[in-house]
């Protein structure tokens, strides 16, 4: 099974209940599971093998939160090489802003131009559409879960 470090970016705490959400269904599964809330960049590249999930809402006018701000500076300044990270992103936004999932969006470019490669498509949550996005977390879990085994 594997090792997932999950790295969250919340405001507010929606995408915290995400987090510990999608981390309850993984370990069910079988995975390990480590939530970085705040996220190093040294303590979730530790090892190679393990597969990080970034978690994200968005802030302001598309911001990543305050307390992932500091993983995306250092990912964007250090441009570490990750060709050997896999990844996933599941990010929450308001689709009546311009700026929708943009905290998700950035961190899954950042991660890109680091040669990482993302399993799967990136989740997109609207939070108007989805009361709990949990819920629709849960379905893109659960399918995503198939890609890392």
């Known amino acids: 099974m594997a090792k997932l470090n999950i ?4 405001m507010l705490g929606a995408a915290e209940y995400v987090a510990d959400h999608v981390a309850s269904l993984l370990e069910q599964a079988g995975h390990q599971t480590r939530i970085h809330n ?3 960049l040294a303590e979730v590249l ?4 393990e597969i990080l999930l970034v978690v ?3 802030h302001g006018a598309g911001d990543v939160p305050d307390n992932l701000q500091p993983f995306a ?3 964007a300044e ?3 090489a990750l060709d050997n990270l896999r990844y996933g ?8 802003y311009d700026t929708f999932c943009q ?3 950035t961190l899954d470019h950042l991660l890109s131009e680091c040669g990482a490669s993302r399993i799967g498509e990136r989740l997109d949550i609207d939070v108007t559409q989805h009361e709990i996005p949990e819920d629709a977390a849960e379905v893109w879990i659960r399918e995503w879960m198939a890609m890392i085994a």
Not at 7 to 10: E, L, M, Q, Y
Not at 46 to 49: A, K, L, N, V
Request: neutral net charge.
């Open 73 to 75: 500076r250092d990912l």
């Open 78 to 80: 250090q441009r570490p």
């Open 56 to 58: 994200t809402s968005t």
């Open 38 to 40: 705040p996220a190093r």
């Open 7 to 10: 790295v969250v970016g919340s």
């Open 46 to 49: 530790g090892e190679p093998e």
């Open 103 to 105: 905290g998700g969006k």
């Open 89 to 96: 992103v599941i990010a929450l936004g308001d689709s009546s």
